[in-house]
């Protein structure tokens, strides 16, 4: 029983031994058949690259060759170029022009009677007055010896015509004389009147509610309220502000009144929008201008005197063609752009003939010539000629 299994035992042995020895048999022989495809393939590989550079460099010497026997044959090269789409828009021309804000409501401040030597000032320079406020006051002193004398006057007429009615009334002296007695006593009267109301006019007072813009009277100087004979007074009224611009001539016709404008200050850094109320129709023949002046809206910012930088719409298109100026060129037969168009799968300039109207800025209307649609060229335009190839990739 023993001898059996020993015999069994290397007999599986055996066999095991042979299985293994056949399978590294194989694996030997598989993988010496891959490696010598690779190799045939990669010989093969090298070889054909061999035979294209060959060829390559025969087809390079070829037209080197043709292109010196015929130069048009050479191969044209696309040249690079940008190409924006064109679209309808709104268009709008400005007239730029400077201005300044004014108000409507300016008052210089005048002395009744003449006026006289400033007593006292009320009011500096900035302040706010409101109308009916005592600004100044005059020399009065004169009137005041004058009003003591009519009322000594006035008193002793009144005693002479209160004696000369009771006579009168006893029947005794002329109807004359109590007539002209009452006459005597109301013309002291009047007169006392008259002189206690120019009593008043050493009052200066606001004949409107505003900011004292110009306070340049001092007490001692003789005041009538004309700048040229002493000092003045100027009030402004800032609630009621306008801008007023100076219009070149040229543009006379097409200003008018409602029309619309912007106006910007620059101190502030702030835009109105202003309708013109009133413009000028006639020209100075100095500045060879007329004036446009529009309301503005009541704003605590506004000061008289700012610089304002005006822009009057005159004209205005709406859906429109609008292209950049620089890329309008001009030939002998008028201005014209360069477009691209793609035929049979390549890109070519073509040139288009425009008829352009107003210029904004960089803005430049197109009247015809061109569609919503079409490729503008607007970028490597130069030197373009109808039909040459282009791209838009480098």
């Known amino acids: ?38 190799a045939e393939k990669q010989a093969k590989l090298e070889d054909l690259k061999q035979h294209q550079e060959k060829l390559s460099k025969e087809i390079a010497s070829l037209q080197q060759e043709i292109i ?4 048009s044959l050479k191969p044209e090269k696309a040249k690079l170029v940008a190409i924006t789409p064109v679209a309808l828009q709104n268009f709008a021309h400005y007239i730029d022009l400077q201005g300044k804000i004014d108000a409507d409501d300016v008052a210089y401040v005048t002395a009744r009677n003449g006026g006289g030597q400033v007593k006292a000032v ?23 010896t004058q009003i003591e004398q009519a009322k000594t ?85 800032t609630s009621n502000l306008k801008v007023t611009v100076q219009v070149p001539e040229n543009y006379i016709s097409r200003i008018k009144t409602g029309g619309s404008m912007q106006v910007t200050l620059p101190d502030i850094n702030k835009t109105f929008g202003a309708r013109i109320t009133s413009a000028g129709k006639l020209i100075d023949p100095n500045s060879r201008s007329f004036w446009v002046e529009a309301k503005l809206p009541a704003s605590k910012d506004l000061k008289p005197n700012q610089v ?35 035929e049979n799968g390549k890109i070519y300039a073509r040139k288009k003939t425009v008829v352009y109207g107003e210029l904004y800025g960089d803005k430049l209307e197109i009247k015809s010539g061109l569609q919503e649609g079409d490729m503008l060229i607007t970028d490597g335009f130069q030197n373009l000629y109808d039909g040459q190839l282009i791209t838009t990739q480098a």
């Open 1 to 38: 029983m023993k001898k059996l299994i020993y015999i069994t035992a290397v007999t599986a042995m055996v066999l095991l031994a042979s299985c293994g020895a056949k399978t590294d048999e194989t694996k030997t022989t598989t993988s010496g058949k891959t490696n010598n495809a690779v």
């Open 68 to 71: 010196k026997l015929d130069p």
């Open 122 to 144: 009320y009011v500096k320079q900035g302040q706010s007055v409101g109308k009916g406020q005592l600004l100044l006051k005059l020399d009065d002193a004169v009137i005041k």
């Open 153 to 237: 006057q006035l008193s002793f007429a009144q005693d002479l015509y209160s004696r000369r009615n009771n006579l009168w009334k006893e029947n005794i002296g002329t109807e004359v004389e109590l007539i002209s007695a009452k006459n005597n006593a109301d013309q002291a009267q009047h007169q006392l009147n008259l002189l206690e109301e120019q009593l008043g006019f050493s009052n200066v007072y606001a004949d409107m509610s505003g900011i004292a813009d110009e306070v340049t009277v001092r007490v001692g100087e003789f005041f009538s309220g004309n700048p040229l004979q002493g000092g003045s007074i100027k009030i402004v009224n």
């Open 308 to 342: 304002a930088l005006v822009k009057i719409l005159d004209y205005s298109a709406n859906n429109t063609v609008t292209i950049p100026l620089s890329t309008l060129q001009k030939d002998e037969k008028g201005g014209f752009v360069m477009v691209a168009s793609t």
